[in-house]
């Protein structure tokens, strides 16, 4: 079972990424997946949600409206698109996946996903 996070860059402030989370080694398309991020000093925080049918999105309100989420099950992988970066956007961003579709309030609850990448950084700059 794998989990592999790519696209993590140095950008400027107002500038775009988009990270991919490419899974491999399980049903991917039963699994619900988030985006999770963890800054330097920081406790891990929920950004990001789709549920394993791409019916269903949940945004962190610091992200909304900046932030879209998105899967392709044919190819096993789900994006985060981030535009208007931040330097408070600055973070090792990690995906995980969940064997179930989790609802409201237990969209970030950790516990609750069982595979997990590796993170790969984002940094926002000035």
């Known amino acids: 079972v794998q989990l592999v996070e790519s696209g993590g860059d140095m950008v400027q402030a107002g500038g775009s990424l988009r990270l991919s989370c490419a899974a491999s080694?399980?049903?991917?398309?039963?699994?619900?997946v988030g985006w999770l991020r963890q800054a330097p000093g920081k406790e891990r925080e929920g950004v990001s949600y789709?549920?394993?049918?791409?019916?269903?999105?949940y945004y962190a309100d610091s992200v909304k409206g900046r932030f879209t989420i998105s899967r392709d099950n044919a190819k096993s992988t789900v994006y985060l698109q981030m535009n208007s970066l931040k330097p408070e956007d600055t973070a090792v961003y990690y995906c995980?996946?969940?064997?179930?579709?989790?609802?409201?309030?237990?969209?970030?609850?950790?516990?609750?996903?069982?595979?997990w990448g590796q993170g790969t950084q984002v940094t926002v700059s000035l």
């Open positions: 995980a996946a969940a064997p179930t579709d989790l609802y409201s309030p237990y969209f970030f609850i950790q516990a609750l996903y069982n595979y």
């Open positions: 080694g399980f049903t991917f398309d039963d699994y619900a």
């Open positions: 789709i549920n394993s049918s791409d019916t269903n999105t």
